[in-house]
């Protein structure tokens, strides 16, 4: 790759593609390190991720669903960043990164069983809708307080310097994070202990209705790398060569004992913080349409491979409809998968199930199968 496309700590974001798709510069795919096959693949994922948004609210609003959190305007920062990590990296998400899971190659009915509680789900249906997680991806499952994930990332980067293996970790978080102690707490051990971890900020400019401008004073956030003595980028997280770039860049520095790199990618989020949100209580709407109009992750993509002769209209078509055939293919094998049983609850705790935990989960049994007779629960 040839590195000396980006700097750190600049003002203006790191952007390789226009509005329109055009080349900012004078570069070509090999020299990000990537193939125009690599390109359509990440393509195919940020499609798959937007419309995986749209089934998401349609299963919430139909009462399948109890809660559900849109990627919806972040494609390119989730889908070009994971695509810089190694299938033994460690991916440590936020509360909004579906676009990572899915290049991580997450099944598709099981990230919707997972919304719908359906025992498809790895983790039983026991976490909150649309709070993924898979051991055998190395993916750990959300924990929703803002900000927590970043020292468990550390953490992790602490035990590969132990164990001495050549993993990197990865850790997602936005703009609101930036503001809880774990961000100063995680960034200073970080270095300190000179962790393989890839600090990855993506600032959608909202942190439910507080505006990024209230986070903090300096901006931009990648600046505050400076105070831990490591690199900073600014990156432009709706362009996904310049967010792959930069990633590739911070995640191959880890691996080869260059320690940590916060990366922030400027992007938007189109939608509202969740189903229990309401954004036009508090931002402008014309706002949103800038960024939809002007700076959309898709589009740019799209008009980008359409310059350099690589897609068209008829590939666009079956592009959008091999994705709406995947999602509903998944939907309905999610919906065939039955309710966790109640024994659920209790399992996966421990290696083994201690005497007290049985003795718990026969009680509640019996009292269940009492309730079974009587018609108040559904039988298994
Ligand atoms: C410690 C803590 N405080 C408050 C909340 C409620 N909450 C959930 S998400 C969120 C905003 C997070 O904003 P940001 O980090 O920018 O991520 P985004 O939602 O924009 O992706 C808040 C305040 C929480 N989950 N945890
Ligand atoms: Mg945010």
Same mark, same amino acid.
């Given at each position: 790759m040839r590195t000396q496309m980006f700097q750190p700590f600049t003002y203006e974001p790191i952007r390789f593609i226009g509005p329109d798709g055009e080349p900012l510069m004078d570069f070509?795919?090999?020299?990000?390190g990537l193939t125009v096959e690599d390109l359509k693949q990440m393509y195919y994922y940020m499609v798959l991720t937007r419309r995986f948004d749209d089934k998401g609210l349609i299963l919430t609003r139909s009462g399948k669903a109890l809660f559900y959190v849109e990627a919806k305007g972040q494609e390119a920062a989730q889908v070009a960043?994971?695509?810089?990590?190694?299938?033994?990296? *460690?991916?440590?998400?936020a509360h909004r990164e579906h676009g990572v899971y899915m290049v991580r190659g997450y099944p598709l009915e099981e990230m919707f069983a997972q919304l719908m509680g359906r025992a498809l789900d790895p983790n039983k249906g026991r976490q909150m809708p649309a709070h993924w997680g898979k051991r055998e991806l190395k993916i750990l499952t959300i924990s929703s307080p803002v900000g927590n994930q970043i020292p468990q990332a550390v953490g992790i980067g602490m035990a590969i310097n132990y164990r001495k293996t050549k993993e990197v970790v990865g850790v997602y978080f936005g703009d609101g994070a930036v503001s809880q102690g774990d961000f100063?707490?995680? &960034?200073?051990?970080?270095?300190?202990?000179? #962790?393989? @971890?890839?600090?990855?900020? %993506? !600032?959608?400019? *909202?942190?439910?209705?507080?505006?990024?401008?209230? %986070?903090t004073a300096e901006l931009p956030i990648a600046h505050r790398a400076k105070g831990y003595g490591i690199e900073g980028?600014? @990156?432009?997280? !709706?362009?996904p060569l310049a967010v792959y770039a930069v990633t590739k860049y911070? @995640?191959?520095?880890?691996? $080869?004992?260059?320690?940590? #790199? &916060?990366?922030?990618?400027? #992007?938007?989020?189109?939608?509202?913080h969740s189903t229990a949100d309401d954004p036009k209580r508090y931002r402008n709407e014309e706002e949103v349409e800038v960024w939809k109009k002007v700076w959309d992750p898709l589009k740019r993509t799209r008009l980008f491979m359409e310059r350099n002769g690589w897609w068209n209209e008829m590939a666009e078509e079956l592009l959008w409809k091999r994705v709406e055939e995947e999602l509903n293919r998944a939907i309905e094998i999610a919906e065939k998968s039955p309710i966790p049983g109640p024994e659920t609850t209790?399992?996966?705790?421990? $290696?083994?199930?201690?005497?007290?935990?049985?003795?718990?989960?026969?009680?509640? &049994?019996?009292?269940?199968?009492?309730?079974?007779?009587?018609?108040?629960?559904?039988k298994h």
């Open positions: 070509s795919l090999e020299d990000l960043s994971a695509w810089a990590f190694d299938k033994e990296d *460690w991916i440590i998400p100063h707490v995680g &960034l200073n051990f970080a270095v300190v202990f000179n #962790t393989p @971890v890839v600090f990855m900020c %993506q !600032n959608n400019h *909202w942190a439910i209705s507080v505006p990024r401008y209230k %986070q980028f600014y @990156v432009d997280g !709706n362009d911070a @995640v191959e520095k880890a691996r $080869s004992g260059g320690g940590p #790199t &916060l990366i922030e990618f400027l #992007t938007y989020r189109y939608g509202a209790f399992e996966d705790v421990f $290696s083994y199930m201690p005497d007290f935990l049985k003795d718990e989960m026969e009680e509640l &049994l019996e009292e269940w199968r009492e309730r079974e007779r009587l018609g108040l629960v559904k």
